[in-house]
């Protein structure tokens, strides 16, 4: 494996797992600042791809637990991921056009769920 400037990809992939591709922890781990951590997950294949399967594990790790949530009972959490999710259901936040001038437009939003569902 290659290196930059001491850095090596080894090194690089070491850092980066279990960090939930959080820079500010992978650059801790590397001893460096932060910038430079940024650039070395994109450096090398192998590093792109570990930076972006522990970006896709955190994400995994918090559907669960909104769906754990959910399990639980927790109405807003199952709103929240309705208005996310669902909203090709009908579900969820629309916005509407009811006034345009070259000076103004008016939106008006339009809650799908309301606050006492």
Not at 24 to 44: E, P, V
Not at 74 to 100: C, H, M, P, Y
């Amino acid at each position: 494996m290659s290196s930059s400037k001491g850095y090596t990809e080894k090194k690089v992939l070491a850092a980066i797992k279990g960090s939930g591709g959080i820079i500010t922890t992978i650059s801790n781990r590397l001893g460096s600042d932060w910038h430079t951590a940024k650039k070395l997950t994109q450096k090398w294949q192998s590093t792109r791809d570990a930076y972006k399967d522990e970006r896709e594990t955190i994400l995994d790790m918090s559907e669960s637990a909104i769906l754990k949530s959910i399990k639980d009972g927790n109405t807003q959490d199952a709103k929240w991921l309705l208005s996310s999710l669902g909203a090709d259901r009908g579900f969820g936040k629309k916005v509407e056009v009811i006034n345009e001038t070259p000076q103004r437009i008016e939106i008006k939003l339009i809650e799908e769920l309301g606050e006492d569902e």
